[in-house]
């Protein structure tokens, strides 16, 4: 069964635009990862976030994790074309060994 | 190293075929992971090997799934007696040491029962 729920399912933004994807999940986790799949290819990890971390950083990227609140949100800046694609959130719950319990994924489309 | 290879890319078969397909991970990692993901949803966990032993198993893999990780080092997933609702992208991973490190995907294969 999936862990995490992405909000919104589908965004729409113009290039340039700062594009929001939030994530919630249900039990006690050791890590959050967010992956991002261009259409029909596999997946490629994106960022990490401890549960002992609140906010990380990787070039337009910006991750924040609230572990009272179970959710997680991720900031693109200043979006590009090339970022259109699904993003999904994936976490590794203290209890699932080091398996990775996906999302069912927001598809970002950023216009140019 | 070229990353998470998997062989073939796309699978069509006949309903009641078996089908099996391949998976190389990065060479030095130590984990490796099969989900399976339809259109629209988010990749669903299969099973997971550390080196050759294959310690978890999705409650949801039928006993028509099975695979096997032979030395620690390549893996192969076989789908028996396929069935129309097996047609999906099968994606493999793999991941070196501790938890809190990220997996690399592979391209995946895309199978379709016909």
């Known amino acids: 069964s999936q862990q995490g729920e992405e909000d919104p399912q589908a965004l729409s933004i113009q290039e340039g635009e700062n594009a929001t994807m939030n994530c919630s999940y249900k039990?006690?986790?050791?890590?959050l990862q967010w992956y991002r799949q261009n259409s029909g290819r596999g997946l490629v990890h994106l960022i990490l976030?401890?549960?002992?971390?609140r906010e990380k950083h990787s070039g337009r990227l910006r991750v924040t994790l609230d572990t009272s609140k179970k959710s997680s949100s991720l900031l693109i800046t200043a979006s590009r074309a090339a970022d259109t694609a699904s993003y999904f959130c994936?976490?590794?719950?203290?209890?699932?060994?080091?398996?990775?319990?996906f999302g069912e994924g927001t598809q970002l489309t950023v216009n140019p | 190293d070229t990353g998470v290879s998997q062989d073939p890319r796309h699978k069509i078969t006949k309903r009641g075929q078996n089908v099996t397909f391949r998976c190389d991970p990065i060479?030095?990692?130590?984990?490796l992971y099969w989900y399976r993901q339809t259109l629209g949803q988010g990749p669903e966990f299969l099973t997971y090997?550390?080196?050759?032993?294959?310690?978890?198993k999705s409650r949801l893999l039928s006993d028509r799934f099975s695979a096997e990780r032979p030395k620690g080092s390549f893996s192969t997933l076989e789908i028996q007696r396929t069935e129309q609702g097996d047609s999906a992208m099968y994606l493999c991973?793999?991941?070196?040491?501790?938890?809190?490190?990220?997996?690399?995907f592979g391209q995946g294969t895309r199978l379709t029962v016909v």
């Open positions: 976030i401890r549960s002992n971390e």
């Open positions: 060479s030095e990692h130590n984990r």
């Open positions: 039990t006690s986790i050791n890590n």
């Open positions: 991973a793999s991941s070196f040491g501790l938890m809190n490190t990220e997996a690399f």
């Open positions: 994936a976490t590794i719950q203290e209890t699932s060994g080091s398996r990775l319990t």
């Open positions: 090997f550390q080196n050759e032993a294959q310690l978890e």
